[in-house]
């Protein structure tokens, strides 16, 4: 069975850089560690090695406006 958490929200792009440092910081110096999602905290555990994945969107809506996205994937299968 499979759970997703999720926490959605807006921050200003320092704040962003903030949580994005965090969790690096976080996956470089220790063998587990925790994530605040939401209400809920999250304990992982990162292999030696981990996939990773980048994607950037780019779109355009008459109506809606342009909007941009950038999705970071990371994932391991823990021991």
């Excluded at 759970?3 to 996956?27: P, Q, S, V």
């Excluded at 980048?54 to 994932?75: P, Y």
Aim: hydrophobic share 35%.
């Amino acid at each position: 069975m499979a759970e997703k958490n999720i926490d959605e929200g807006e921050l200003d792009r320092a704040e962003a850089a903030d949580r994005l440092r965090e969790i690096a910081d976080d996956l470089e110096s220790d063998e587990e560690f925790d994530v605040d999602i939401g209400n809920k905290t999250i304990t992982l555990r990162p292999t030696s090695v981990i996939g990773f994945e980048v994607g950037a969107r780019e779109s355009s809506s008459i109506l809606r406006g342009s909007r941009e996205s950038v999705t970071i994937k990371m994932d391991w299968r823990p021991d």
